[in-house]
């Protein structure tokens, strides 16, 4: 094997609210339980991959966060070097292995507990729920399936795999078939004895028998990987696949379970029962009753629109089976799923849907609780409808006195997370997954498991009895009996699909990602909403102290100087600065305010203006000259000069250049000429004219 490969984790906000608003109610003592509980949540993973058709498909595990904070996760292969990384929600790690079983295990670290799923990809798929090693045990059921004469020798193993958790763990296997280990062939009822050290992996394999119902007694605490390499599931119907399972020791085994069909499957499932111990007594709604001594299973199949509960008086493991595509010409493919206990369920958990590189694949999720409880369970902060469990009302069940209702959802691809708003509350989680065409590919597991110690002495259990029995029926105690559904005690009426030609709830995810994005969306949408009304009223604000201003400039007087200039400041004192007059069109400009009196012939004139000449022969205008606008009359008081000799000039002309020129009549002074180029100013004294020549 070498080192594994990390995949970098998404970032789905459904993780931080899924840790926040679930109470951690599982794998932590009860105040009156002695004993400890423990459940498919951990800090400490040992795992490693069987045999599968497809040995160049790399399998993955599935790391998901239950902690609000950032948990540190560490990967080591005894082969390689150790990988850390620390994850917010999800991860996951691809192992990349050798042609073949593993030979050693990976450990699996965090700071805080996750949830790890192992799955096998390729054409041939499966996929278990890891346990923690506290929740490991040294008693153990090996559960496979029959071989099939269909296959090839190499494709038809049953096997299982020994993990070692400690060192010097002594294993005593006692077979319930013939294998080859190390060279040497051993056959049914033969016991083998091998020692583990930890992390150490060893394989067991059987091309001709079935090792359903081996028994493993260990020295110390092991984890045990049962299954089949590829399985007709029935015997020789198409097409078969790979069955892993991570298998629960018997000391967290149930009493009590009930069955769920699959969705979109019409041809039912295949359930195998086994008893841990002697003389078990086991009933089943409309089959009956049987006795199983330990190690003992039988098979029954259950039709696709109906359910079954299953008790028992001594502990029972209960695995459920998927057909072959062929059985129902269906996308379906076989898979093993444990079936959790009664016992054995969960008040939240959280998960992820399984990716497939191989084909596309839709996920769904078969929900199992109390009728009275189905007010409250919530998927992704949403509650489901009580319309989701009547539509398979009819797969109610009725265990001592305890009413239990059935919900399937189709689910949305990433993280989902279901909890009850009262956290006393429990309820089953299994999830599966079919590819896309006939015969594809398949997975299923429970999502999440209780694991209660039943030796314990003082422990608390749930014991219930079933009160759906048929009276005086037999079932069969000998191993690889199979017993088919008695005709005409169906539990429904017979109908396509388990939801009885209704369609299963749809995963409330998307609508959660919908309005997580519409509330971002509003979010920043407000945001730039009021960032751009502050901006706007500074704005008006600055305009409007703008306008201000300039109607105090519109009214505000402007005094034309004798020289020509308009005075910044209304003054006429040379030394100031002054805008002048120089125009085509001879426009008064100060500022914004104008002044555009034309003549008709487009000359500018200057009505009713006296000009003063002083003593020093400086000529100013006598009355000042307010300047018009288009908008606004521009009226004030200007300052007068006195005069002793006040000349009016009626006539001003404009040459060549520019140049603004005053004419007066019947005068000998010089006439005053005014220069308006920028930047220079000219006054002249000229010979005195007639007033036949007047214009300049």
């Known amino acids: 094997m070498r080192w594994p490969v990390l995949y970098p984790p998404l970032s789905v906000l459904l993780w931080i609210v899924a840790v926040l608003y679930i109470t951690p ?29 497809s040995p160049s498909a790399d399998p993955r595990l599935y790391i998901i966060g239950a902690s609000a904070r950032s948990t540190r996760v560490t990967v080591q292969s005894p082969r390689d070097a150790d990988i850390t990384v620390s994850i917010s929600h999800e991860s996951r790690v691809k192992v990349v292995r050798e042609e073949g079983p593993s030979t050693a295990a990976v450990l699996v670290t965090a700071d805080h507990e996750v949830t790890v799923y192992g799955v096998e990809e390729g054409n041939s798929m499966d996929s278990f729920l890891v346990l923690p090693t506290d929740a490991l045990g040294t008693e153990y059921y090996v559960v496979s399936y029959s071989i099939s ?41 033969d016991q083998i004895r091998v020692t583990l050290n930890r992390l150490q992996v060893v394989h067991f394999a059987s091309a001709d028998e079935d090792l359903t119902s081996t028994r493993i007694v260990a020295s110390k605490k092991i984890g045990v990987l049962s299954g089949s390499k590829c399985a007709d599931v029935p015997v020789n119907m198409r097409f078969c696949d790979h069955l892993v399972e991570m298998l629960p020791p018997v000391k967290s085994w149930g009493r009590s379970f009930i069955t769920s069909p699959l969705f979109g499957r019409t041809s039912g499932d295949a359930f195998r029962i086994m008893a841990a111990r002697d003389d078990t007594t086991v009933a089943v709604s409309l089959y009956g009753r049987a006795t199983l001594h330990a190690g003992e299973f039988f098979e029954i199949e259950i039709m696709s629109n109906s359910s079954r509960s299953i008790t028992a008086d001594k502990p029972l493991l209960v695995m459920q089976y998927s057909l072959g595509g062929d059985a129902d010409q269906t996308t379906g493919d076989p898979f093993m799923m444990l079936v959790p206990a009664l016992e054995q369920f969960s008040s939240n958990a959280v998960f992820y849907t399984i990716d497939s590189s191989y084909s596309q694949l839709t996920d769904y999720a078969n929900v199992i609780i109390e009728c009275q409880d189905v007010r409250g369970l919530e998927h992704n902060l949403f509650e489901i409808p009580e319309s989701s469990f009547g539509r398979l009302d009819r797969l109610r069940h009725t265990l001592d006195g305890r009413e239990y209702c059935m919900a399937q959802m189709v689910l949305a691809r ?38 209660l110690d039943h030796t314990c002495e003082g422990s608390i259990t749930d014991t219930v009895t079933s009160t759906m029995l048929t009276p005086n029926a037999n079932m069969p105690t000998q191993q690889y009996r199979t017993v088919v559904e008695i005709p005409g005690q169906h539990f429904v009426s017979p109908a396509p699909g388990p939801s009885v030609n209704e369609t299963p709830t749809q995963s409330s995810g998307k609508f959660l990602t919908l309005a997580v994005f519409v509330a971002l969306f509003s979010l920043v949408t407000i945001l730039i909403l009021v960032v751009y009304i502050v901006i ?33 400041d209304g003054s006429q004192h040379p030394e100031r600065d002054y805008m002048t007059l120089n125009n085509p069109q001879g426009v008064w400009r100060l500022g914004r305010v104008r002044r555009t009196g034309r003549s008709p012939g487009g000359v500018p004139y200057v009505t009713n203006t006296a000009i003063n000449t002083n003593s020093n022969g400086i000529s100013h205008i006598s009355e000042p000259t307010l300047v018009p606008n288009n908008r606004n009359s521009v ?49 002249r004294h000229s010979p005195p004219e007639s007033h036949e020549n007047d214009s300049v």
């Open 25 to 53: 109610a599982n794998g932590v003592q009860n105040g009156n339980d002695p004993c400890p509980v423990a459940d498919s949540k951990g800090t400490e993973f040992v795992v490693a991959f069987m045999e599968t058709m």
């Open 149 to 189: 004469d269909r296959l090839q020798r190499d494709q038809r193993k049953s096997q299982f795999t020994l993990l070692g958790i400690l060192d010097d763990t002594v294993v005593d296997i006692t077979l319930s078939g013939t294998i080859e280990h190390e060279g040497q062939r051993y056959w049914s009822g």
């Open 414 to 451: 990433g993280v989902h997370f279901l909890r009850h708003s009262k956290a006393e509350t429990r309820f089953s989680l299994a999830l599966y997954g079919m590819g896309v065409n006939q015969g594809s590919i398949a997975y299923g597991m429970p999502a999440g498991l209780r694991l």
């Open 536 to 568: 706007l009223r500074r704005r008006i604000r600055k305009l409007e102290a703008e306008r201000k201003v300039y109607c105090r400039m519109q009214l505000s007087p402007v005094v034309v100087g004798a020289d020509g200039y308009i005075g910044l």
């Open 635 to 683: 009226h004030g008081a200007a300052a007068r000069r006195k005069s002793s000799a006040p000349e009016t000039f009626n006539r001003i002309s404009v040459d060549s250049n520019h140049a603004l020129r005053f004419s007066r009549r019947n005068s000998s002074n010089d006439a005053l000429s005014i220069s308006s180029r920028q930047g220079s100013t000219s006054t």
